[in-house]
C-alpha cells in the first residue's frame, strides 16, 4: 500500500532528513515508525501526504507512483489518507464536532450522515460527551484525541500518527493503540510513528526505526 | 472513469457514474449554500468594520452613480426647453410687409416648419426705438434702415442637422437676405454635457478599479486572518476551489452591501434635492421633476456591487490563496 524506494530528502538548508529509505507496507498492516528526535520520522510522513516532494526515489502509494501526482490532484490524495498531526492542528475558533466533521464537509456528506459519523467517531476516543466544547478548554490529551477522531472520521484507506500518544496517560494510550488497531484488522493501513518503545514493544507490529535519516531496522533488506 | 466502464457492465458502469456525478453535484451546492451562510454570519459577526467596508464601497459606487443621475435630469431638462432652436429670416430690404407676409403663410404650410413669426420693419423699429431710448433719433430717419423679419421654429421632430438642411433652404430663397441658425446655446449645452458624460465615465471607470482594490485588501487580509484555518482544510484533503469558495462569498456580501448603500445614498440625495429642485420648476412654470435610478437601478447597483465584490475577492485569492501551502 506504501512503499519507498531509496527516498532521500534534503530540506532547502542543506540537511538531510531521510537518507536512501526503503520498505513496502501492506495493505492491512499496522507498522510502527520510531527513532530519535529529529530522526525523520515526520518527514517520511509528510511525503506520504504529499506535504513535500522527496530529493530523490519514489514513493507509491495505494499502486500510483506520488511523482505523477500533480499539485491539483494533491486534495483528493489527502481525502484517502487520515492524518493525526504531531501538533495536532485543530482549529480553535469552531467546536469539537465542526473540528472532526471537516474531513466529511470536504468530501460533501450530507448533514444527517455527518452528524453520524462524527458522533461514531467521538465515540470511539471518548468525547462524545464534549462536542460542543472548544479545543482551548480541552487538555493536551483531549485535543489529541479530537485530532485522532477527525483522523478516522472520513474511514480512510491509510491512517498515519504522528505520537498520536504523546500526551495520554498510559491506559489511554494503550486504548488508542487498541483502536488503531481494530482499524487495521478492517483493512486500513496504518503508520504510527512513536517514541513510545515500552507500548509498542508490547503490541508485536513491525518496527521501523530511523537513525539520523537512514532506516535501519524493518526495511527491505 | 472511462476505465471503471470498461471494468464492468457497461448500464451499470453509467448509472453507476451518473449517481456518483449526482451525488457531487449535491455536495457542491451544499459546499455553496453553506459558504455562502458562513461568510454572511461572519460578515455579520462584526457590524463596525463591515458597515466601514459597505460605506467606502456604497459611496465609491454613489458618486458616479449620482453624476449621472444628474446629467440626465439636466438632458431631461434642455430637451424639455421650449422652442429650443428658431431659425431668424431676414428678408431684403425690397421685400415689402405684404410680400413678407406672404412668404411666412407659404413657409407655415410646410410640413418642416411648426410655426412662422412675422416682425415688420415697422414694429421692430419701434420696439428698437423703445429699447434702446434711440426713438427721437430714429423718428429723424427717412429710411427704416431695418428688414422684415421672420422668426421659424422647425417642427419639434426634426434634428439638429435637419434645422441646418432647412436653414440652408430658406438661406437659398430669393426674398430671404440671410437665414440665422439660434442653437450655438443648445450646441454648447450638448458639447458640456457629452463632456460631463464622458467625465462621469472616467471617474466611474477609476472608482471601479477602486472598489475592486478595496475589496481584494479586504479580502486579503481575512485571508490573512484565517491563514491557519486554511493549513489546516488543505491538510485534510480541502482543494483550491473548497477553500476559495467563502472567500468569494465575502467579497459578494461585501459588494452587494455596498451596492444597497449605494442605492440609499443616491436615493437619500434625490430625495433631499426634490424640495428645492420643485419649487424652481414652479417658479418657471415647468411640470419638471426629478428622477432617480429607481427600483432596477438600486437592483443594477447591487449586481454591480456584488460582481465588483466578486472581482475583488477573486483578484485576492487567486493572488495570496495559492501561496498558502502546509509547512
Ligand atoms: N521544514 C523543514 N525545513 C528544514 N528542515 C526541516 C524541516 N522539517 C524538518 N526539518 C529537519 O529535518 C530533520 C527531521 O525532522 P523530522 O521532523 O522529520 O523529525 P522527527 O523524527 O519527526 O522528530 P520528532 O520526534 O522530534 O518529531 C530535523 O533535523 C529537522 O530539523
Ligand atoms: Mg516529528
Do not use: C
Not at chain 1, 472532526?100 to 467521538?122: F, K, N, T
Amino acid at each position: 500500500m506504501i512503499s519507498f524506494e531509496r527516498v532521500s530528502k534534503r530540506y532547502p538548508e542543506g540537511h538531510d532528513a531521510l537518507r536512501e529509505v526503503s520498505f513496502d507496507i501492506a495493505r492491512d498492516d499496522l507498522v510502527f515508525l520510531t527513532g530519535h528526535s529529529g530522526a525523520g520520522k515526520s518527514t517520511l510522513m509528510r511525503l506520504i501526504m504529499l506535504m513535500d516532494r522527496p530529493t530523490r526515489g519514489k514513493v507509491v502509494v495505494d499502486g500510483r507512483d506520488l511523482s505523477t501526482v500533480s499539485n491539483r490532484r494533491i486534495p483528493g490524495h489527502r481525502r484517502q489518507i487520515g492524518v493525526v498531526f504531531q501538533n495536532h492542528q485543530l482549529l480553535f475558533d469552531r467546536n469539537v464536532f465542526d473540528n472532526v466533521a471537516l474531513p466529511l464537509v470536504i468530501s460533501g456528506y450530507d448533514h444527517r450522515e455527518v452528524g453520524r459519523r462524527v458522533r461514531a467517531a467521538l465515540d470511539k476516543v471518548g468525547l462524545l460527551k464534549r462536542e460542543r466544547a472548544m479545543p482551548v478548554t480541552l487538555s493536551g490529551g483531549e485535543q489529541q484525541r479530537v485530532g485522532i477522531a477527525r483522523a478516522v472520521v472520513g474511514r480512510p484507506k491509510i491512517l498515519l500518527a504522528d505520537e498520536p500518544t504523546g500526551n495520554l496517560d498510559p491506559e489511554l494510550s494503550a486504548e488508542i493503540m487498541q483502536l488503531f488497531e481494530s482499524f487495521s484488522q478492517v483493512g486500513v493501513t496504518v503508520l504510527i510513528a512513536s517514541h513510545d518503545l515500552a507500548l509498542i514493544s508490547r503490541l508485536r507490529h513491525r518496527i521501523l526505526t530511523l537513525r539520523e535519516g537512514r532506516l535501519v531496522t524493518g526495511g527491505l533488506l | 472513469m472511462s476505465r471503471a466502464r470498461s471494468d464492468r457492465p457497461r448500464g451499470e458502469g453509467a448509472s453507476l457514474s451518473r449517481a456518483r456525478m449526482a451525488d457531487q453535484y449535491r455536495a457542491w451546492l451544499r459546499h455553496h449554500r453553506l459558504s455562502a451562510a458562513e461568510s454572511l454570519q461572519r460578515v455579520l459577526e462584526r457590524p463596525f468594520s463591515s458597515l466601514m467596508t459597505w460605506l467606502v464601497i456604497g459611496i465609491a459606487l454613489a458618486l458616479p452613480v449620482g453624476l449621472s443621475v444628474t446629467l440626465d435630469n439636466a438632458a431631461e431638462l434642455s430637451a424639455r426647453w421650449e422652442s429650443p432652436t428658431q431659425i431668424s429670416l431676414f428678408l431684403h430690404t425690397d421685400v415689402d410687409a405684404a410680400a413678407a407676409a406672404e412668404l411666412a403663410q407659404a413657409l407655415e404650410r410646410s410640413a418642416e416648419v411648426a410655426q412662422v413669426h412675422l416682425v415688420s420693419r415697422d414694429d421692430a423699429l419701434a420696439e428698437f426705438g423703445a429699447l434702446s431710448g434711440f426713438a427721437e433719433v430714429l423718428a429723424e430717419l427717412d429710411d427704416n434702415p431695418l428688414p422684415n423679419l421672420l422668426l421659424v421654429t422647425p417642427a419639434p421632430r426634426l434634428d439638429q442637422d435637419a434645422v441646418r438642411t432647412l436653414r440652408d433652404n430658406l438661406d437659398k430663397r430669393d426674398k430671404v437676405d440671410e437665414a440665422v441658425l439660434d442653437m450655438q446655446w443648445l450646441q454648447r449645452l450638448n458639447s458640456l454635457m457629452d463632456l460631463g458624460r464622458r467625465m462621469v465615465m472616467a471617474v466611474g471607470a477609476l472608482l471601479l478599479v477602486g472598489v475592486i482594490l478595496i475589496l481584494g485588501n479586504t479580502i486579503r487580509l481575512a485571508i490573512e486572518n484565517r491563514r491557519d484555518e486554511i493549513v489546516i482544510v488543505k491538510l485534510v484533503g480541502g482543494s483550491n476551489p473548497f477553500v476559495r469558495r467563502p472567500f468569494l462569498y465575502t467579497g459578494l456580501w461585501y459588494g452587494v452591501g455596498g451596492g444597497l448603500v449605494a442605492g440609499l445614498v443616491v436615493n437619500a440625495a434625490l430625495w433631499y434635492l426634490q424640495g428645492p429642485v420643485g419649487e424652481l420648476a414652479r417658479l418657471y412654470q415647468s411640470g419638471f421633476e426629478l428622477r432617480g435610478p429607481g427600483i432596477m437601478g438600486v437592483l443594477n447597483l447591487v449586481i454591480i456591487g456584488g460582481l465588483l465584490g466578486l472581482a475583488g475577492a477573486w483578484l485576492a485569492v487567486s493572488r495570496h490563496l495559492a501561496a498558502i501551502v502546509p509547512r
